[in-house]
C-alpha cells in the first residue's frame, strides 16, 4: 500500500458543487501539505499543516479550504467548485525539524470541474 | 524571495542521445536544500535527488547526474543514453533547509517543470 493515500484518484464534477479531497498518511510525519499542478504552472501550494491545530495558507489558497483530522489525514475542499480549479492535485507529507527535506507525495487526484 | 526557473519547457531527442535539463534558482538563504522530481505519464511524482547547498560535488547515479553550481544559482540534471523509459515531465525545486529558520514552512518550491520526449 501507498504511503501517502489520495482519494479519489479522479473526479469530475459540476460548477457551484462542494468537493473534498482527501489524503491519508502512514508515515507518521507531522507536516501536510496540498498542492495543485498545472501545465506549465509547476506545482503551487494551496495549504500546509504543521500539526492538527496548525494550519497556514499558501500562496494560492483563495477558493479552497483545509481540515486536518488528525495527524494522518488531511483533507481539501472546494466550497464552490469553478472550472478554473480543474487541475492535478497532490498531497504531500514531510517530517518536521531534523528532516532530510524530501516531499512524499500522493499519487494525485484529477479534477475536472465542468 | 524565492524563485526555480527551468527554462526549457519541452525537449525532444532521440534514444541514446544525452540530454540536460536546465534549472536556475534564487534565494536569499544561505542554507537550502535543491531537489529533482519526476513524472511519468502515470502522474505520480517520482523523487530522484536531493542536494544540500553546503556540498557542490557532482552526483552520478547510474546513467543519471546532477550538475551543482552556486556560483551561477544552477542544478542542471543530465541524462546520459536516454531511452523512451526516461519520457517524464521533470520538476526541480528549492526548499529552505529545515530545522535552521524559525517559521520554515518546509515547503517546496517548483519549477515550471520540463517535459522530455524520447523518441525511439
Known amino acids: 500500500d501507498a504511503d501517502v493515500t489520495q482519494t479519489p484518484r479522479n473526479r469530475i464534477t459540476k460548477t457551484g458543487k462542494r468537493i473534498m479531497l482527501e489524503c491519508s498518511q502512514t508515515?507518521?510525519?507531522?507536516?501536510m501539505y496540498w498542492y495543485r499542478q498545472d501545465p506549465g504552472l509547476g506545482l503551487r501550494l494551496i495549504y500546509y499543516?504543521?500539526?492538527?491545530?496548525?494550519?497556514n495558507k499558501g500562496e494560492i489558497s483563495d477558493g479552497y479550504s483545509v481540515s486536518r483530522q488528525a495527524q494522518a489525514k488531511f483533507s481539501l475542499s472546494l466550497e464552490s467548485a469553478i472550472p478554473n480549479q480543474t487541475a492535478l492535485y497532490f498531497c504531500?507529507?514531510?517530517?518536521?525539524?531534523?528532516?532530510?527535506?524530501?516531499?512524499?507525495f500522493g499519487e494525485g487526484s484529477r479534477l475536472t470541474v465542468l | 524571495a524565492q524563485k526555480v526557473t527551468q527554462a526549457q519547457t519541452e525537449i525532444s531527442v532521440v534514444e541514446k542521445e544525452d540530454v540536460t535539463l536546465d534549472c536556475v534558482y534564487e534565494?536569499?538563504?544561505?542554507?537550502?536544500?535543491l531537489f529533482w522530481y519526476k513524472q511519468p505519464p502515470s502522474g505520480e511524482l517520482v523523487f530522484l535527488i536531493r542536494?544540500?547547498?553546503?556540498?557542490?560535488q557532482n552526483e552520478i547515479s547510474g546513467r543519471y547526474s546532477w550538475n551543482f553550481q552556486k556560483s551561477t544559482s544552477s542544478f542542471n540534471f543530465t541524462i546520459t543514453a536516454s531511452q523512451v523509459v526516461d519520457s517524464a515531465v521533470y520538476f526541480c525545486?528549492?526548499?529552505?533547509?529545515?530545522?535552521?529558520?524559525?517559521?520554515?514552512?518546509?515547503?517546496?518550491?517548483f519549477g515550471q517543470g520540463t517535459t522530455l520526449q524520447v523518441k525511439p
Open positions: 504531500a507529507t514531510r517530517q518536521g525539524q531534523g528532516s532530510s527535506g524530501e516531499l512524499f
Open positions: 508515515k507518521g510525519h507531522d507536516r
Open positions: 499543516s504543521f500539526d492538527v491545530k496548525d494550519i
Open positions: 534565494t536569499r538563504d544561505t542554507t537550502y536544500y
Open positions: 542536494r544540500n547547498s553546503f556540498d557542490e
Open positions: 525545486a528549492l526548499s529552505p533547509f529545515p530545522a535552521i529558520y524559525s517559521g520554515n514552512t518546509g515547503k517546496l518550491i
